[in-house]
């Protein structure tokens, strides 16, 4: 695939998910949210009647989780830094280690990402509802299921989905 399809398929997919992710978050306004920023060793956890998140950092990293109705994760280590937000029913998992920062947010129900960062480099999973995204830092990332993108600069590898056509990128 050309570059300039690359380009344009990204492009589109980011606009397609963050329209999904707009539409749905509106959903959300009636959840109890929770905000669970862990900076260098600290952790947290916080359980609303809506909402969960759960950040843990080591000395040398620092995490944050937000659940605005759903379930978001956040640990990092070895100079980490780790970012996961779930809403309105999306489960959010982000593990950051050895100077990596994965991001994972999943907004919908049914969402779901799985964020890992193990390498150098920033990495990202969104996920709309009824989406998978897997990042797992050293193989190409993996969408399914709905709208969702990523993208991985520890592989140098992404994916963009409209929940029928899943496009690989890099």
């Given at each position: ?9 990204l ?11 707009s ?10 949210p929770v ?136």
């Amino acid at each position: 695939m050309s570059t300039l399809r690359h380009r344009l398929a990204l492009t589109l997919g980011a606009f397609f998910v963050a329209g999904s992710a707009s539409a749905v978050a509106a959903g959300a306004a009636s959840a109890s949210p929770v905000d669970c920023p862990a900076l260098p060793g600290a952790a947290q956890t916080l359980i609303s009647s809506t909402s969960e998140c759960a950040a843990n950092a080591d000395a040398s990293s620092a995490a944050a989780a937000f659940g605005n109705g759903g379930s978001a994760t956040a640990n990092a280590t070895n100079m980490g830094l780790s970012l996961a937000i779930g809403a309105d029913g999306g489960i959010a998992v982000s593990e950051a280690t050895n100077f990596s920062g994965p991001a994972a947010i999943a907004i919908g129900q049914g969402a779901r990402v799985e964020a890992w960062g193990v390498s150098p480099g920033l990495s990202i999973g969104i996920a709309g509802p009824g989406a998978t995204v897997t990042v797992s830092g050293t193989s190409a990332p993996q969408c399914s299921g709905g709208p969702s993108f990523a993208g991985d600069f520890q592989t140098l590898k992404g994916c963009v989905s409209d929940g029928n056509t899943v496009i690989p990128l890099g």
